[in-house]
């Protein structure tokens, strides 16, 4: 009967390949900065091509009329997406694990779908009431700028895929995918991955004053339960397709 030698086993287990693995609290968040600046510097290269295609006056008032251009934030929003998704495969890839299952791309229930609906529905719809008690707006002033100067530049249809299918896949992608995984696996655990990354998300919505800022906080801790409970982050990411679209439709009529 043949039998390994000491040697062997040795030489055997060297050849094993490595087991799947997750990246834990410190890998997540460091490859999450690295995602972050992979999608920051896909935007700010449509924004400089941008404003050296309109010759814009390098000051602070040419730049920001730039960037503040329909046509400009639709395509920096679209530009983020893949260079997101290319990070996201290279750091995957690492894992051994598929791209699908790491970030939980895996379908769920009709019932879960509509639950989630309407649960966003009565946490928007009471956020919508407080504004209006409040004396606020019901959405952010400058959005429905944003929508007049796309629709100027014949780039509306653009800016509702940028809004709501774009912005949708790699936000989600990046907080219920891939902060949400990582760190649920690590000493927080789900509920404390819940949070911080819902909190991650909030702070990449710094364009909206705090009351909208708490709304999204809201959302986004939403999400992530349904992230949690449903383990599909294709869920949240209809959710959150759905959700900018209502918004973009409701500024459009309250604009005018």
Request: aromatic content about 12%; hydrophobic content about 55%.
């Amino acid at each position: 009967m043949d039998s390994l030698t000491p040697q062997d086993a040795t030489a055997a287990t060297d050849l094993a390949p490595r087991p799947p693995r997750v990246w834990k609290f410190w890998g997540t968040a460091l490859w999450g900065l690295v995602i972050f600046a992979a999608m920051f510097l896909g935007q700010v290269a449509v924004i400089v091509y941008r404003i050296m295609a309109q010759g814009a006056e390098l000051s602070v008032a040419g730049i920001t009329h730039v960037v503040a251009d329909g046509l400009t934030i639709s395509l920096s929003v679209l530009a983020g997406l893949p260079m997101v998704v290319l990070v996201l495969w290279l750091a995957i890839r690492r894992t051994r694990i598929s791209f699908a299952d790491y970030l939980g791309l895996r379908g769920t229930s009709w019932k879960n779908v509509i639950i989630g609906i309407v649960a966003l529905l009565v946490l928007v719809g009471a956020w919508d009431m407080v504004s209006r008690a409040a004396g606020r707006e019901v959405t952010p002033g400058f959005m429905g700028d944003v929508l007049k100067s796309a629709q100027e530049h014949s780039a509306l249809w653009l800016l509702v895929i940028a809004f709501a299918v774009a912005a949708p896949l790699w936000e989600e992608l990046f907080a219920r995918g891939w902060l949400y995984r990582g760190w649920s696996e690590s000493a927080l655990g789900p509920y404390g991955a819940i949070l911080l990354s819902s909190i991650v998300w909030t702070v990449m919505h710094l364009q909206y004053d705090w009351f909208f800022l708490c709304e999204v906080l809201s959302i986004g801790l939403l999400f992530g339960y349904l992230r949690y409970r449903t383990g599909s982050t294709w869920l949240t990411i209809l959710l959150h397709g759905l959700n900018n679209l209502a918004a973009t439709i409701q500024t459009w009529w309250l604009a005018g």
